[in-house]
């Protein structure tokens, strides 16, 4: 059940991120989620959109570097202690979160939506769904 997130590697200079937002823009894609890591050379944008196949097609026509990654999306109980939960079970099973960001739901504000990259994740959605974790498929994330 995981969810194809896009990944978009962007030189790291002024105006870059702007050109590819633009492009984004340009080509209808409507943004669900975006996480920004950088380095002195280069960034990684993560991006989970509305029409990932649509975003892939935009990203490629307009020069940029992307790939898909599987990645999880959790709804997380939007209460003290939500996060640390879902930590914890993954932690306890051994699983490896490599990066996780949050996406704003705005329709219920009784959950939040988790992206996790981790280790392993058919091992990460069996030990989540068996303690009762919702998980997220696209469309779901798509209709935000």
């Given at each position: 059940?995981?969810v194809k997130q896009i990944s978009v ?70 209460t003290p202690g939500g996060l640390h ?60």
């Open positions: 059940m995981s590697f962007l030189e790291n200079r002024p105006g870059c991120l702007c050109e590819m937002t633009k492009a984004l823009a340009d080509g209808g894609v409507d943004l669900r989620g975006l996480s920004l890591a950088e380095t002195s050379d280069f960034g990684i944008v993560r991006l989970i959109v509305n029409d990932v196949l649509n975003t892939a097609t935009v990203l490629k026509s307009a020069g940029f570097v992307s790939s898909l990654t599987d990645v999880l999306a959790v709804a997380v109980s939007d939960r879902v930590l914890e079970l993954l932690s306890e099973a051994d699983i490896n979160v490599e990066y996780m960001y949050a996406i704003l739901s705005g329709k219920n504000s009784e959950i939040a939506y988790m992206i996790f990259r981790v280790n392993d994740n058919a091992k990460a959605e069996s030990i989540l769904k068996s303690h009762g974790i919702k998980l997220v498929e696209q469309a779901e994330l798509s209709a935000i």
